[in-house]
């Protein structure tokens, strides 16, 4: 064992996990050992760019004996499935959000690592951004007053295919809230605590994919506070959160041109407190979310931390979306 954790990438080699790879060549404490999906051409082309080794399967991949922890970024319904045999083989897992795509199937994950002593750590990168923090931190010193509201939106314009896991509604019910919707999900409930219910109303608009590619979730919070989460798969990238307080409002706005490029994003947020007679701009340090939580997943394999969002927190935001899917107008 080496003082950097031997990691296998699994899935994604097109898409998201370049940007994990990448990020966690930018995290100290993580090594990239191999890689696996299931298109041959990209796993190759993608393990010769790094300088990794291409596995042949997902079980040569994860039995490698240089691998003590895996990195999943698959589909929603592989994560259990694929989390657990990890957990057979007593190899810690990362796993990106959501935990998994019932909550049931996350509450299995949570009690098998538990159970065996392993880390289980989930992707909610999006609270660990620097403008993130800046607004706990306003929060926690009663800037804005007492909230009462918050408005949260993350749209990006989807590239369905029928090849495409998202296409089919069974393995993405709630469209572009189970996929974008949760990183709010999660952030706001980082700022303002548990949320005690939630209900949402979803369609099928424009896409000829079979999701919904719009919808819209109501909140409550136990801290007393309403608010909506809302997204699209057919509109311009919008990304932004507003926080309504008896003080002031904040308002959090990202230029969403530089994405999927999580660790520009901080460069090209805007956080404004709106008070009764001025605009203050807010500053904050910028951060590279991705790089961060992976190294924080090694340092919690090595037993020195443990995740910030593990799986009590990737099944409370799964739980959001899920709940307000089941409680919506048909």
């Given at each position: 064992?080496?003082?950097?954790?031997?990691?296998?990438?699994?899935?994604?080699?097109?898409?998201?996990?370049?940007?994990?790879?990448?990020?966690?060549?930018?995290?100290?404490?993580?090594?990239?050992?191999?890689?696996?999906?299931?298109?041959?051409?990209?796993?190759?082309?993608?393990?010769?760019?790094?300088?990794?080794?291409?596995?042949?399967?997902?079980?040569?991949?994860?039995?490698?004996?240089?691998?003590?922890?895996?990195?999943?970024?698959?589909?929603?319904?592989?994560?259990?499935?694929?989390?657990?045999a990890c957990a057979d083989r007593g190899k810690?897992?990362?796993?990106?959000?959501?935990?998994?795509?019932?909550?049931?199937?996350?509450?299995?994950?949570?009690?098998?690592?538990?159970?065996?002593?392993?880390?289980?750590?989930?992707?909610?990168?999006?609270?660990?951004?620097?403008?993130?923090?800046?607004?706990?931190?306003?929060?926690?010193?009663?800037?804005?007053?007492?909230?009462?509201?918050?408005?949260?939106?993350?749209?990006?314009?989807?590239?369905?295919?029928?090849?495409?896991?998202?296409?089919?509604?069974?393995?993405?019910?709630?469209?572009?809230?189970?996929?974008?919707?949760?990183?709010?999900?999660?952030?706001?409930?980082?700022?303002?605590?548990?949320?005690?219910?939630?209900?949402?109303?979803?369609?099928?608009?424009?896409?000829?994919?079979?999701?919904?590619?719009?919808?819209?979730?109501?909140?409550?919070?136990?801290?007393?506070?309403?608010?909506?989460?809302?997204?699209?798969?057919?509109?311009?990238?919008?990304?932004?959160?507003?926080?309504?307080?008896?003080?002031?409002?904040?308002?959090?706005?990202?230029?969403?041109?530089?994405?999927p490029n999580a660790e520009l994003v901080d460069?090209?947020?805007?956080?404004?407190?709106?008070?009764?007679?001025?605009?203050?701009?807010?500053?904050?340090?910028?951060?590279?979310?991705?790089?961060?939580?992976?190294?924080?997943?090694?340092?919690?394999?090595?037993?020195?931390?443990?995740?910030?969002?593990?799986?009590?927190?990737?099944?409370?935001?799964?739980?959001?979306?899920?709940?307000?899917?089941?409680?919506?107008?048909?």
């Amino acid at each position: 064992m080496t003082d950097r954790v031997g990691v296998a990438l699994i899935g994604g080699t097109g898409t998201w996990g370049p940007r994990i790879a990448a990020a966690a060549s930018r995290a100290a404490g993580i090594r990239l050992v191999t890689c696996f999906s299931r298109d041959a051409r990209r796993r190759e082309k993608f393990a010769a760019e790094r300088g990794v080794e291409a596995a042949d399967s997902f079980e040569a991949a994860i039995e490698h004996p240089d691998v003590e922890s895996v990195l999943l970024v698959t589909p929603n319904d592989l994560h259990a499935p694929q989390a657990l045999a990890c957990a057979d083989r007593g190899k810690h897992v990362f796993v990106e959000k959501p935990i998994a795509d019932t909550v049931e199937a996350g509450s299995e994950m949570r009690d098998r690592f538990q159970s065996d002593r392993l880390v289980l750590s989930v992707g909610h990168a999006f609270r660990r951004f620097g403008a993130a923090r800046r607004v706990k931190a306003l929060l926690d010193d009663e800037t804005l007053g007492t909230v009462v509201l918050a408005e949260a939106n993350f749209s990006l314009p989807g590239k369905l295919v029928p090849e495409a896991w998202r296409w089919y509604r069974a393995r993405a019910p709630g469209g572009p809230l189970l996929q974008l919707g949760i990183h709010h999900a999660d952030t706001l409930r980082y700022w303002l605590g548990p949320v005690t219910e939630s209900h949402g109303i979803f369609a099928r608009l424009v896409t000829e994919a079979e999701i919904d590619d719009v919808g819209a979730v109501s909140l409550r919070f136990e801290s007393g506070p309403v608010g909506v989460i809302t997204g699209s798969y057919v509109s311009p990238h919008t990304f932004f959160l507003r926080l309504y307080g008896t003080l002031a409002v904040l308002e959090y706005r990202v230029d969403m041109s530089v994405w999927p490029n999580a660790e520009l994003v901080d460069g090209a947020t805007t956080l404004s407190l709106i008070k009764k007679d001025e605009v203050e701009e807010v500053t904050f340090d910028p951060r590279d979310p991705l790089a961060e939580e992976l190294a924080e997943f090694g340092r919690a394999v090595r037993g020195d931390t443990v995740p910030e969002t593990g799986a009590v927190e990737g099944i409370a935001a799964l739980d959001v979306i899920l709940g307000a899917l089941s409680e919506s107008t048909p």
